[in-house]
């Protein structure tokens, strides 16, 4: 996504179904699609699923991508 791949949403969509039942890993795709997206309140509300998971790095590198957004 912060590469701005020209079949960024295609590889989001397609996926998807890869990662049902993994929360880290949906989180992580959620957190994609909001960057994509330019969706601030969508990238901290994966910081949020990350910080309830105890994945620290992701929670903090995800705060910092919703400040550079």
């Known amino acids: 996504m912060l590469a701005g791949h020209p ?3 295609d590889l989001l969509t397609e996926t998807r179904s890869l990662v049902t039942g993994n ?5 992580l795709l959620d957190r994609a699609a ?3 997206n330019d969706d601030k309140d969508g990238i901290l ?3 949020a699923v ?3 998971a105890g994945c620290r790095y992701q929670q903090n590198r995800t705060l910092l991508l919703a400040d550079a957004g």
Not at 23 to 27: E, F, L, N, R
Request: proline share 6%.
């Open 34 to 36: 909001a960057l994509l």
């Open 23 to 27: 929360p880290i890993a949906v989180a």
């Open 45 to 47: 509300a994966t910081a």
């Open 50 to 52: 990350f910080e309830a």
């Open 7 to 9: 079949k960024a949403a």
